[in-house]
């Protein structure tokens, strides 16, 4: 018995241009601010020190609330 030839791959559904090469992530005002910050390693520590203060808060949240913290 011989083995039969492999088979040709095919995808199963045609994905669209889009999906399959999208574009990279936009680079907004917030992304180039929040790179700044990790490239300066003052900045980068002082966040970090904010961070863990807000983990030793009494309700682990901003000190200007739960709805302005969801817009910064």
Do not use: I, Y
């Not at 574009?23 to 910050?37: A, F, Q, Y």
């Not at 961070?51 to 709805?67: A, I, K, L, T, V």
């Amino acid at each position: 018995m011989s083995t039969p030839p492999p088979q040709e791959h095919h995808a199963r559904v045609d994905l669209p241009e889009w999906m399959r090469n999208p574009e990279p992530p936009r680079r907004t005002l917030g992304r180039r601010l929040s790179e700044l910050v990790d490239a300066t390693p003052g900045l980068r520590e002082a966040r970090r020190a904010l961070w863990r203060w807000w983990e030793r808060s009494r309700f682990s949240e901003p000190p200007w609330g739960e709805r302005e913290a969801l817009l910064h």
